[in-house]
Every structure is written in structure tokens, then in C-alpha cells.
């Protein structure tokens, strides 16, 4: 049921992206103060922009999850976090590569964004942790709810308190302080990323998904369930999912 | 039978977590030897004698709250080893209860904790005398303590009933209460200066809205770690 219309997403995200890199390298003007350097932006900013919303698409789930106690929410959260933890970590060693490049230091604490960045990484990877230590399927989906939607909250509160306490370092990117081709660009980077989520989230959706079915089938064929013990996991029981078989 | 007042449960609740407090020292005594301990590590650590203005704050803030981990790690074992749990589902009492008579505990454990720390912080490494700087001290401790309580009950519940609680907890406080340290120590920094600052009011007010925000969803998502 995930997987479909994959292949036009697929397609789709695959095109986006490949137009989006040309128009970064052959299309979007240097900048006249970083010059080549500044076209990490089309990379960096959109995914830290699509990590975050994926962090906030996970707690809107685990809300779901708590008020209709279908596993299938639980398990669309859980894909949302894991995705943008994925994608969380290539923000932070972009971030890191353009800091070195555009301040000269690998790490540096009076800038805002990255810290609270670094902060909101630090705890959802405690996440999977969380999940893993608790066995009952039901009860961790529940912790891990109460767990995404808490987290969920602290992503904008945290913004807002890092920025009070520093001095102002980070480029700002309000709309109009961008060029018109470098805000067409990377309106277009904003899209080709969240296009790239949406199709790895709807991809994990479907592995999932397929597997419950498959375990299913092997049951319904008299398969002895309890010769495959199963494996110890942080990811939802998809046996659990219901509509499957 | 109709149910008891939501005042009523969270005051037998309180009692009761007192009480074994009182009888058991489990948490406060720990927390406060620790506290001490920390600041002893700190003065080798730093290599200072006395310390003043943003490093003072920082140095007493980051051991309070390593303090407040030990007691956000225990505060609900008895209840999830010993059966606490289920007999307080079983009772009609509204499930808040206990996350408001948890966090106040806690509250009062901070308390406690501070009695003894700030006044071992003011005597080993406070270079300033700490007596003009105590009031508004006082009220950047209770705020503080307060998100103290309310993330360490969420967080606290969370990870109780995990296998690995005693990482768990730590790690899952830890960064929530960051904002909490980070707040603090900024509001407590001109106290501890030399002149005495004013007390930042900014400061003050994001720490007390993060406390607010934090107990509401405390509050609003405790219900659910609860059941079975």
C-alpha cells in the first residue's frame, strides 16, 4: 500500500535533485563574498530545514499514535525520526565543512543554529536507545510517542532559547535576502530535499510494510513460528501492524 | 465509593514518597555528598581557589544538575520495583496525581539539595560573599528547580520501566534541561560577579516559560507512561 506509485516518486525525486545540482553549479551565481563556497547552502540549509519538519512529521504521528493507538502511526513516526536522524548527520558535517571553510574553525559555539542543531541530535539519538530497552511492543510504542512528541516541542523552544543567549553570527535567509536566482535555486533545493524524505520514508514505509506481509504468509503457510526467535530490535514490531495478510 | 479529591491524592502521594525519603535516605543524602564531591573535583580540576561571575555560575549550575540526575534516576523505582504502580492504577485517583506529587518530591529534593550545596559552593569556591546575591539567587534556584522537576518526572517515567533506566535517564534529561542550565546560569552569572549585577529579568521570564511548557506537556503526556 506504501509502494504505490514509487517509481514516479522515484523518478520524480531523481529529476528534481539532478536539475536542482545543475542549476547550483551552472546556473546560480557565486557569491560575491564566499564565492564557490556559499553553494553549500543548497545542500546544507534545505536539509537541516527538511530534518527539523521531519522531527515535527514525527511528533504529529506519535500525536496520532497516542489518540488512536494504531501501530501504523507509531510506526510512521518512527520512519520520520529515523530518516531525519539520517539526514541530521549530513547536516551537521555540512555545517561543519562550511564553518571551516567560511570562519576557519570546525566547531564554533557562539553560532545559534548550530548549537541547538547539535543539541536536537544529541537527544533524538537517544531515541532508538530508548526504544530498544523497552520490550513490550506496546508499551515501547507509547514511550516512544511520549518520547517524539516531548522531543517535537523542545526542537522550536531550543531554537528560540540558543538564539537569545548568543550574539548573531549565522547568515540569515529571509525571503529577499537572497538574489533572484539563488532564491529560485534554492526554493528548488528546499523541494528536491523534501522530495528526497518523502521517497525514503514512503521506501522504509514499504520494506516494512512487506516484511509484516511476508511474515504473515509465512505463518498462514504453517510456518513454526518459533524456530526464527525474534530479533531484538529499536524498530517497531511490524508484526503488530494491522490490515496486514 | 467516589473519588478523592485530586488535592487529597497528591498530598497521601507526597506523604508517602516523604516518608520513605525520611526513612530510607535514598536520593537527598546522595545528591547532597555528591554535589560536594563535585565541587571538590571542580576546584582540582580548574586548579582555582575561588571562582566568580560566569565560571561561578556555570561550575554550580552543572553540579546541581548532575545532582538532580541521581535523584530523576531513582525517583520511580520503589514504584515500578514494588508494585507502586499498580496500585495506584487500580485506585480511582486521576493519573496527574501522581505526576504532580512526583514532580513536587522531586521539587522539594532539589530543595534540600541546594540547602546544602549553595552554602558548601559559597564556603569552597565562591570568590564573592554570597549574602547580597542570595535573594535573587534564591528565586533563579526555584525556577530552576522547578524544570528540574517537571522534565525529570516526564523523563523519569519514561525510562523506569526500560532495561537500561539507569542510562536512559541521563541521557534522555540531560539535553531538556540544557535550556534549563543555560538559563540559569546566565541569570545567576551577574549575582555572582563582583559588583553584584542586577537580576536579568529576561532571563528569568524564558526560564519560567520553559518550566510552564515543559510541565504542560509533562502534564498532558504523563497518562500514557502509565498504563499497561
Not at chain 2, 563535585?38 to 581557589?49: A, E, K, P, S, Y
Not at chain 2, 534529561?173 to 553584584?196: H, N, Q, R, Y
Request: net charge neutral.
Amino acid at each position: 500500500m506504501y509502494g504505490k506509485r514509487l517509481r514516479a516518486l522515484s523518478l520524480t525525486t531523481i529529476a528534481t535533485l539532478t536539475a536542482t545540482l545543475a542549476l547550483v553549479f551552472f546556473w546560480a551565481p557565486n557569491d560575491a563574498d564566499q564565492g564557490f563556497l556559499q553553494k553549500i547552502i543548497y545542500i546544507h540549509v534545505p536539509l537541516a530545514i527538511v530534518t527539523l519538519c521531519g522531527f515535527i512529521v514525527g511528533a504529529c504521528c506519535a500525536i496520532a499514535h497516542l489518540r488512536t493507538r494504531d501501530p501504523r502511526w507509531d510506526m510512521r513516526s518512527y520512519v520520520a525520526i529515523h530518516i531525519s536522524l539520517v539526514f541530521g548527520v549530513g547536516v551537521l558535517i555540512t555545517g561543519s565543512i562550511w564553518a571551516k571553510g567560511s570562519w576557519g574553525h570546525w566547531w564554533v559555539w557562539s553560532e545559534p543554529t548550530l548549537v541547538s542543531f547539535l543539541l536536537v541530535m544529541l537527544l533524538y539519538a537517544t531515541y532508538q536507545p530508548l526504544r530498544f530497552a523497552i520490550e513490550d511492543p506496546e508499551r515501547q510504542a507509547r514511550a516512544a510517542s511520549v518520547f517524539a512528541i516531548t522531543a517535537g516541542a523542545f526542537v522550536p523552544i531550543n531554537f528560540a532559547i540558543v538564539r537569545l543567549s548568543t550574539q548573531y553570527v549565522h547568515p540569515r535567509l529571509g525571503s529577499g535576502s537572497l538574489p533572484g536566482r539563488m532564491e529560485v535555486v534554492f526554493l528548488l533545493a528546499i523541494a528536491s530535499i523534501a522530495l528526497l524524505w518523502t521517497t525514503l520514508w514512503r521506501y522504509e514505509m514499504t520494506s516494512k510494510h512487506a516484511a509484516a506481509q511476508l511474515r504473515t504468509l509465512a505463518r498462514l503457510l504453517g510456518g513454526d513460528e518459533d524456530d526464527v526467535p525474534p530479533r531484538r530490535s529499536a524498530a517497531p514490531s511490524v508484526t503488530h501492524l494491522e490490515g496486514v495478510g | 465509593m467516589s473519588a478523592p479529591g485530586t488535592r487529597a491524592v497528591v498530598a497521601a502521594l507526597l506523604r508517602k514518597d516523604l516518608r520513605i525519603e525520611l526513612r530510607n535516605f535514598e536520593s537527598v543524602p546522595a545528591m547532597a555528598l555528591f554535589s560536594v564531591t563535585t565541587f571538590v573535583l571542580f576546584h582540582f580540576g580548574l586548579q582555582r581557589d575561588t571562582l566568580s561571575g560566569d565560571l561561578a555560575a556555570g561550575v554550580l549550575w552543572v553540579t546541581l544538575l548532575f545532582a538532580a540526575v541521581l535523584g530523576i534516576n531513582r525517583l520511580f523505582v520503589a514504584d515500578a520495583e514494588q508494585g507502586g504502580f499498580d496500585a495506584f492504577l487500580l485506585s480511582p485517583a486521576d493519573r496527574g496525581a501522581l505526576a504532580l506529587a512526583k514532580a513536587l518530591a522531586l521539587l522539594g529534593y532539589m530543595l534540600v539539595l541546594e540547602l546544602v550545596a549553595v552554602p558548601a559552593f559559597a564556603l569552597l569556591l565562591l570568590g564573592p560573599p554570597i549574602g547580597q546575591a542570595l535573594p535573587g539567587l534564591v528565586l533563579v534556584l526555584v525556577l530552576g528547580d522547578l524544570g528540574v522537576a517537571v522534565i525529570g518526572t516526564l523523563v523519569g517515567a519514561l525510562a523506569v520501566r526500560s532495561r537500561a533506566r539507569d542510562l536512559l535517564g541521563p541521557l534522555l534529561s540531560l539535553p531538556l534541561l540544557v535550556p534549563v542550565v543555560l538559563g540559569a546560569a546566565l541569570a545567576t552569572k551577574p549575582l555572582l560577579s563582583t559588583p553584584v549585577g542586577g537580576l536579568p529579568l529576561r532571563w528569568l521570564g524564558t526560564l519560567a516559560a520553559y518550566d510552564l511548557v515543559f510541565a504542560l506537556i509533562a502534564f498532558a503526556l504523563f497518562d500514557f507512561l502509565l498504563e499497561d
